[in-house]
Protein backbone atom coordinates (compact mmCIF):
# COMPACT_ATOMS: atom_id res chain seq x y z
CA UNK A 1 0.00 0.00 0.00
CA UNK A 2 1.42 3.59 -0.66
CA UNK A 3 0.68 6.65 0.11
CA UNK A 4 0.23 9.57 -2.12
CA UNK A 5 -0.67 13.16 -1.59
CA UNK A 6 -2.85 15.15 -4.29
CA UNK A 7 -2.67 18.44 -5.37
CA UNK A 8 -4.55 19.83 -1.67
CA UNK A 9 -1.72 17.86 0.07
CA UNK A 10 -4.24 15.23 1.17
CA UNK A 11 -2.90 11.94 1.64
CA UNK A 12 -4.23 8.76 0.18
CA UNK A 13 -4.76 5.54 0.36
CA UNK A 14 -3.75 3.83 -3.00
CA UNK A 15 -3.06 -0.19 -4.03
CA UNK A 16 -0.90 -0.89 -6.71
CA UNK A 17 -3.12 -2.71 -9.91
CA UNK A 18 -2.02 -6.35 -10.20
CA UNK A 19 -1.21 -7.69 -13.74
CA UNK A 20 -4.21 -9.36 -15.38
CA UNK A 21 -3.38 -12.70 -16.76
CA UNK A 22 -4.09 -12.72 -20.53
CA UNK A 23 -7.35 -15.31 -19.88
CA UNK A 24 -8.25 -12.57 -17.14
CA UNK A 25 -8.45 -9.68 -19.51
CA UNK A 26 -10.27 -12.26 -22.33
CA UNK A 27 -12.92 -13.03 -20.27
CA UNK A 28 -13.39 -9.61 -18.57
CA UNK A 29 -14.18 -8.30 -22.29
CA UNK A 30 -16.44 -11.39 -22.90
CA UNK A 31 -18.53 -10.52 -20.04
CA UNK A 32 -18.49 -6.90 -20.84
CA UNK A 33 -20.14 -7.40 -24.12
CA UNK A 34 -22.67 -9.65 -22.28
CA UNK A 35 -23.66 -7.15 -19.69
CA UNK A 36 -23.91 -4.69 -22.48
CA UNK A 37 -26.19 -6.68 -24.67
CA UNK A 38 -24.17 -7.20 -27.47
CA UNK A 39 -23.75 -11.00 -26.95
CA UNK A 40 -27.24 -12.42 -26.34
CA UNK A 41 -28.46 -15.74 -25.13
CA UNK A 42 -28.28 -18.13 -28.51
CA UNK A 43 -25.63 -15.83 -29.98
CA UNK A 44 -22.73 -18.46 -31.45
CA UNK A 45 -19.10 -17.39 -30.82
CA UNK A 46 -16.44 -16.58 -33.22
CA UNK A 47 -14.03 -19.99 -33.42
CA UNK A 48 -11.41 -19.94 -31.05
CA UNK A 49 -8.83 -19.10 -33.55
CA UNK A 50 -10.82 -16.39 -35.07
CA UNK A 51 -10.73 -14.97 -31.44
CA UNK A 52 -7.05 -15.56 -30.46
CA UNK A 53 -6.93 -13.28 -33.76
CA UNK A 54 -9.05 -10.54 -33.48
CA UNK A 55 -8.21 -10.17 -28.95
CA UNK A 56 -4.40 -10.81 -30.20
CA UNK A 57 -3.59 -13.05 -27.29
CA UNK A 58 -2.67 -16.70 -27.78
CA UNK A 59 -5.11 -19.76 -28.68
CA UNK A 60 -4.51 -20.97 -24.86
CA UNK A 61 -5.56 -17.75 -23.41
CA UNK A 62 -8.78 -17.86 -25.23
CA UNK A 63 -9.03 -21.19 -24.50
CA UNK A 64 -9.10 -21.13 -20.96
CA UNK A 65 -11.27 -17.85 -20.42
CA UNK A 66 -13.94 -20.01 -22.37
CA UNK A 67 -13.71 -22.91 -19.83
CA UNK A 68 -14.29 -20.34 -17.00
CA UNK A 69 -17.40 -19.49 -18.79
CA UNK A 70 -18.17 -22.67 -19.67
CA UNK A 71 -17.88 -24.13 -16.22
CA UNK A 72 -19.73 -20.86 -15.23
CA UNK A 73 -22.78 -22.36 -17.97
CA UNK A 74 -22.79 -18.78 -19.44
CA UNK A 75 -21.81 -20.82 -22.90
CA UNK A 76 -22.31 -24.14 -24.59
CA UNK A 77 -19.08 -26.13 -26.60
CA UNK A 78 -19.92 -28.69 -29.04
CA UNK A 79 -17.64 -30.18 -31.05
CA UNK A 80 -18.57 -30.38 -34.97
CA UNK A 81 -18.91 -29.59 -38.33
CA UNK A 82 -21.21 -25.94 -38.88
CA UNK A 83 -24.01 -25.33 -37.49
CA UNK A 84 -23.49 -29.19 -35.12
CA UNK A 85 -20.56 -27.79 -33.32
CA UNK A 86 -18.61 -24.38 -32.10
CA UNK A 87 -19.49 -22.00 -28.83
CA UNK A 88 -22.74 -20.50 -28.10
CA UNK A 89 -24.06 -18.01 -26.03
CA UNK A 90 -26.07 -20.45 -23.11
CA UNK A 91 -30.04 -19.55 -23.73
CA UNK A 92 -30.62 -22.39 -20.97
CA UNK A 93 -29.86 -22.38 -17.03
CA UNK A 94 -27.64 -24.83 -15.94
CA UNK A 95 -26.51 -26.43 -12.74
CA UNK A 96 -23.87 -24.24 -11.69
CA UNK A 97 -25.71 -22.81 -8.45
CA UNK A 98 -26.81 -26.25 -7.30
CA UNK A 99 -23.19 -27.51 -7.91
CA UNK A 100 -22.38 -24.50 -5.78
CA UNK A 101 -24.91 -25.09 -2.99
CA UNK A 102 -23.63 -28.97 -2.03
CA UNK A 103 -19.62 -27.63 -2.02
CA UNK A 104 -20.74 -25.01 0.15
CA UNK A 105 -22.60 -27.09 2.29
CA UNK A 106 -19.83 -29.86 1.93
CA UNK A 107 -16.91 -27.51 3.18
CA UNK A 108 -19.36 -25.32 6.53
CA UNK A 109 -20.19 -22.56 4.92
CA UNK A 110 -23.91 -23.40 6.21
CA UNK A 111 -25.69 -26.52 7.12
CA UNK A 112 -28.69 -28.76 6.23
CA UNK A 113 -30.65 -26.43 8.98
CA UNK A 114 -30.00 -23.57 7.13
CA UNK A 115 -30.99 -25.02 3.43
CA UNK A 116 -34.20 -26.88 5.30
CA UNK A 117 -35.35 -23.45 6.52
CA UNK A 118 -34.47 -21.50 3.30
CA UNK A 119 -36.07 -23.74 1.29
CA UNK A 120 -39.11 -24.04 3.17
CA UNK A 121 -39.52 -20.13 3.14
CA UNK A 122 -39.46 -19.80 -0.78
CA UNK A 123 -41.40 -22.72 -1.52
CA UNK A 124 -44.29 -21.53 1.09
CA UNK A 125 -44.32 -17.97 -0.47
CA UNK A 126 -43.90 -19.68 -4.34
CA UNK A 127 -47.44 -22.12 -3.68
CA UNK A 128 -49.31 -19.32 -2.22
CA UNK A 129 -48.46 -17.46 -5.63
CA UNK A 130 -49.00 -20.44 -7.46
CA UNK A 131 -52.45 -20.82 -6.53
CA UNK A 132 -53.64 -17.71 -8.09
CA UNK A 133 -51.21 -17.84 -11.03
CA UNK A 134 -51.75 -21.50 -12.15
CA UNK A 135 -52.94 -22.77 -14.86
CA UNK A 136 -55.30 -25.67 -15.88
CA UNK A 137 -51.97 -27.34 -18.16
CA UNK A 138 -49.30 -26.48 -14.83
CA UNK A 139 -51.95 -28.94 -12.91
CA UNK A 140 -51.99 -31.55 -15.44
CA UNK A 141 -48.25 -31.68 -15.96
CA UNK A 142 -48.26 -31.99 -12.13
CA UNK A 143 -50.71 -34.60 -12.07
CA UNK A 144 -48.43 -36.79 -14.72
CA UNK A 145 -45.33 -36.36 -12.64
CA UNK A 146 -47.20 -37.87 -9.68
CA UNK A 147 -48.12 -40.74 -11.95
CA UNK A 148 -45.05 -41.70 -12.86
CA UNK A 149 -43.72 -41.12 -9.17
CA UNK A 150 -45.78 -43.61 -8.07
CA UNK A 151 -44.25 -46.53 -10.23
CA UNK A 152 -41.63 -45.37 -9.53
CA UNK A 153 -41.34 -45.66 -5.43
CA UNK A 154 -39.13 -48.97 -5.05
CA UNK A 155 -36.15 -46.82 -7.76
CA UNK A 156 -34.88 -44.06 -5.64
CA UNK A 157 -32.99 -42.80 -7.76
CA UNK A 158 -35.18 -42.41 -10.64
CA UNK A 159 -37.98 -41.34 -8.22
CA UNK A 160 -35.78 -38.29 -7.05
CA UNK A 161 -35.00 -37.42 -10.74
CA UNK A 162 -38.57 -36.74 -11.22
CA UNK A 163 -39.35 -35.94 -7.78
CA UNK A 164 -36.98 -32.57 -8.26
CA UNK A 165 -39.29 -32.09 -11.85
CA UNK A 166 -42.17 -32.00 -9.91
CA UNK A 167 -40.82 -29.53 -7.57
CA UNK A 168 -39.51 -27.51 -10.10
CA UNK A 169 -42.58 -27.56 -12.21
CA UNK A 170 -44.41 -26.09 -8.52
CA UNK A 171 -42.85 -23.40 -8.33
CA UNK A 172 -42.77 -22.36 -12.19
CA UNK A 173 -46.34 -22.11 -11.82
CA UNK A 174 -45.48 -19.00 -9.45
CA UNK A 175 -44.64 -17.44 -13.00
CA UNK A 176 -40.88 -16.56 -11.50
CA UNK A 177 -38.39 -18.22 -13.54
CA UNK A 178 -35.77 -17.58 -10.67
CA UNK A 179 -37.69 -18.81 -7.91
CA UNK A 180 -37.97 -22.36 -9.49
CA UNK A 181 -34.48 -22.07 -10.50
CA UNK A 182 -33.21 -21.44 -6.89
CA UNK A 183 -35.97 -23.91 -5.27
CA UNK A 184 -34.67 -26.46 -8.05
CA UNK A 185 -30.86 -25.75 -6.33
CA UNK A 186 -32.21 -25.85 -2.97
CA UNK A 187 -34.12 -29.15 -3.55
CA UNK A 188 -30.77 -30.68 -5.18
CA UNK A 189 -28.96 -29.46 -2.14
CA UNK A 190 -31.40 -31.26 0.40
CA UNK A 191 -31.62 -34.42 -1.94
CA UNK A 192 -27.54 -35.16 -2.16
CA UNK A 193 -27.19 -33.96 2.18
CA UNK A 194 -30.19 -35.74 3.77
CA UNK A 195 -31.96 -38.20 1.61
CA UNK A 196 -29.17 -40.09 0.46
CA UNK A 197 -27.01 -39.46 3.53
CA UNK A 198 -29.74 -40.51 6.48
CA UNK A 199 -32.43 -42.05 4.69
CA UNK A 200 -31.91 -45.86 4.81
CA UNK A 201 -32.80 -47.99 2.02
CA UNK A 202 -35.67 -49.91 4.48
CA UNK A 203 -37.42 -46.83 5.42
CA UNK A 204 -37.31 -45.01 1.43
CA UNK A 205 -40.72 -46.63 0.39
CA UNK A 206 -42.50 -45.82 3.77
CA UNK A 207 -41.16 -42.24 3.12
CA UNK A 208 -41.83 -42.02 -0.58
CA UNK A 209 -45.45 -43.04 -0.35
CA UNK A 210 -46.15 -40.19 2.66
CA UNK A 211 -44.37 -38.30 0.42
CA UNK A 212 -46.84 -38.33 -2.57
CA UNK A 213 -49.84 -38.22 -0.40
CA UNK A 214 -48.45 -35.00 0.65
CA UNK A 215 -47.79 -34.01 -3.00
CA UNK A 216 -51.20 -34.77 -4.42
CA UNK A 217 -52.72 -32.66 -1.23
CA UNK A 218 -50.42 -30.17 -2.25
CA UNK A 219 -51.82 -30.25 -6.17
CA UNK A 220 -55.23 -29.94 -4.79
CA UNK A 221 -54.83 -26.92 -2.79
CA UNK A 222 -53.49 -25.56 -6.27
CA UNK A 223 -56.11 -26.48 -8.05
CA UNK A 224 -58.78 -25.18 -5.03
CA UNK A 225 -57.13 -22.06 -5.48
CA UNK A 226 -55.55 -21.85 -1.72
CA UNK A 227 -52.78 -20.81 -0.93
CA UNK A 228 -52.50 -21.32 3.21
CA UNK A 229 -53.04 -24.93 2.52
CA UNK A 230 -50.98 -25.20 -0.01
CA UNK A 231 -47.94 -23.71 2.06
CA UNK A 232 -48.87 -26.06 4.92
CA UNK A 233 -48.40 -28.80 3.14
CA UNK A 234 -44.96 -27.59 2.13
CA UNK A 235 -43.90 -27.51 5.65
CA UNK A 236 -45.60 -30.60 6.69
CA UNK A 237 -43.14 -31.93 3.29
CA UNK A 238 -39.96 -30.73 4.85
CA UNK A 239 -40.56 -31.75 7.86
CA UNK A 240 -40.67 -35.41 6.38
CA UNK A 241 -37.05 -35.14 5.51
CA UNK A 242 -35.98 -33.73 8.76
CA UNK A 243 -38.30 -36.51 10.95
CA UNK A 244 -36.02 -38.80 8.27
CA UNK A 245 -32.41 -37.14 9.65
CA UNK A 246 -33.47 -37.04 13.10
CA UNK A 247 -34.35 -40.63 12.69
CA UNK A 248 -30.99 -42.16 11.50
CA UNK A 249 -28.98 -40.04 14.17
CA UNK A 250 -31.36 -42.02 16.71
CA UNK A 251 -32.70 -38.51 18.11
Same mark, same amino acid.
Given at each position: ?145 ? #? ?48 ? #? ?22 ? #? ?30
Amino acid at each position: MTQVADDDGNVELFAPVGKQRLFESVLSQLETLIYEGQLNAGDRLPSERALSEMLQVSRPSVREALRVLDAMDIITVKTGVGSAGGTKISDKLGPMISRLMRLYMALGHFDLDNVLETRRLLEEEAVRVAATKRTDEQLTGMDKLL #AQMDDLVEDRERYLALDGKFHVAVALASSNPLLAHLMGSMRDAVTENLVK #AHVEENDWQTLARKAQQNHRKLVE #ALRAGDGDAAAQCVGQHVDFYDEARLKSKGT
